[in-house]
Nanobody, 119 residues
Framework: QVQLMESGGGLVQAGGSLRLSCAAS????????IGWYRQAPGKQRELVAA??????????DAVKDRFTISRDNTQNRDAVVYLQMSSLKPEDTAIYYC??????????WGQGTQVTVSS
C-alpha cells in the first residue's frame, strides 16, 4: 500500500529556512514525479515544486531561487523527496502537501504539514 510520510513543517521567522521531507513507499513499480503543493487559507492548492524519477525539476515562479527540491531513490523503489525552503516569506505560510505518482497505481497525497512564517 502506497504511503507518503511528511515531516519538517513548523514556525519560522521571515528570512529563515525549513526543510520538508516526504518518504514515499509501497509502490510495486516505484514512483515517477513527486512534488510539493501548498494551500493557504482561502486559496486554491498550488504546485510549489516537483521532481521526476530522473531528477528533472519544476518550480513555481514564486519560489524559484529560494526553494530547492531534491530526491533520493532507494533500491526497493521507495523515494524520499526534500524541499529545502530558504528566505521564507509570510506569504509562504500554508499547508504543504506531498503528491506522488505511483507507476501503474495512480496519484497519492500526503496528510499535509503546516508551515507558518511570521513577519
Amino acid at each position: 500500500q502506497v504511503q507518503l510520510m511528511e515531516s519538517g513543517g513548523g514556525l519560522v521567522q521571515a528570512g529563515g529556512s525549513l526543510r520538508l521531507s516526504c518518504a514515499a513507499s509501497g509502490s510495486a513499480y516505484g514512483f515517477t514525479t513527486i512534488g510539493w503543493y501548498r494551500q493557504a487559507p482561502g486559496k486554491q492548492r498550488e504546485l510549489v515544486a516537483a521532481i521526476s524519477s530522473g531528477g528533472d525539476t519544476n518550480y513555481a515562479d514564486a519560489v524559484k531561487d529560494r526553494f530547492t527540491i531534491s530526491r533520493d531513490n532507494t533500491q526497493n523503489r521507495d523515494a524520499v523527496v526534500y524541499l529545502q525552503m530558504s528566505s521564507l516569506k509570510p506569504e509562504d505560510t500554508a499547508i504543504y502537501y506531498c503528491h506522488a505518482l505511483a507507476l501503474l497505481a495512480g496519484a497519492y497525497w500526503g496528510q499535509g504539514t503546516q508551515v507558518t512564517v511570521s513577519s
